[in-house]
């Protein structure tokens, strides 16, 4: 058991441009969260797969965003045309179904920064 | 729509003293669970401690203890012992018993353990 990967773990771009993140989450754990931290606040929810399945969305998730988990493995979150206001912490989370499911565990998080 | 606050931002305690860290929640759900997370400096989160909203007991993990007052809507974590690897964020954490299981957090605590 690795745990949670994100990659990149810091990431600098220029407004406008567009950004990838990726999360692999513990291997056998069907249930993926995205969520944002932003300076001086908790984490906010984005997005939750059940395995390949994007089951709810936060209205937090702005057109620009999208999500997608192919195969039910792996995850990616895109953020086309960036903004200052994209500057943030992106938390990746992971767990299993069953009683397994009140527990997730983070990743180490992918640092925006747009200038 | 529930919320989740903590009014104390930052927090500091000797080595070998307690603290208490508070938060309160909201919510019209009957059946719920709460956690507390802990984010050290430049690392991944990780769970302190779980509490069901059914269980009158209240939860404990080895130096962490929680003070579930379930009417009032008030969930606080005892530290006893305080360790320098305490020195954390802490993130109380809130979730329904149905839906997609995903975190509501509250803005957080620093705690900072003197030696």
């Known amino acids: 058991d690795t745990g949670v990967s994100q990659d990149p773990r810091h990431k600098i771009t220029k407004r406008g441009q567009n950004v990838t993140f990726r999360c692999d989450p513990i291997s056998e754990h069907n249930r993926l969260y995205w969520y944002r931290q932003t300076l001086g606040q908790g984490p906010e929810f984005l997005t939750y797969?059940?395995?390949?399945?994007?089951?709810?969305k936060s209205r937090l998730l702005s057109d620009r965003f999208s999500a997608e988990r192919p195969k039910g493995s792996f995850s990616t979150l895109e953020i086309q045309r960036t903004e200052q206001g994209d500057s943030a912490m992106y938390l990746c989370a992971s767990s299993l179904d069953g009683s397994g499911r009140l527990t997730q565990y983070f990743g180490p998080g992918t640092r925006l920064l747009v200038l | 729509a529930q919320t989740v606050t903590q009014s104390q931002p930052e927090m500091s305690v000797q080595e070998a003293e307690t603290v208490t860290l508070s938060c309160t929640y909201d919510t019209s759900e009957n059946n719920y669970y709460l956690f507390w997370y802990k984010q050290p400096p430049s690392r991944q989160m990780i769970l302190v401690i779980r509490q069901e909203a059914y269980k009158q007991q209240n939860a404990t993990e080895n130096r962490f203890s929680v003070n579930f007052q379930k009417a009032a809507k008030s969930f606080s974590l005892k530290i006893s012992d305080s360790q320098l690897g305490d020195t954390a964020m802490y993130f109380c954490?809130?979730?329904?018993?149905?839906?997609?299981?995903?975190?509501?957090f509250g803005t957080g605590t620093r705690l900072k353990v003197l030696a």
């Open positions: 954490a809130f979730m329904t018993d149905s839906g997609t299981y995903k975190y509501i």
């Open positions: 797969f059940q395995n390949e399945a994007q089951l709810e």
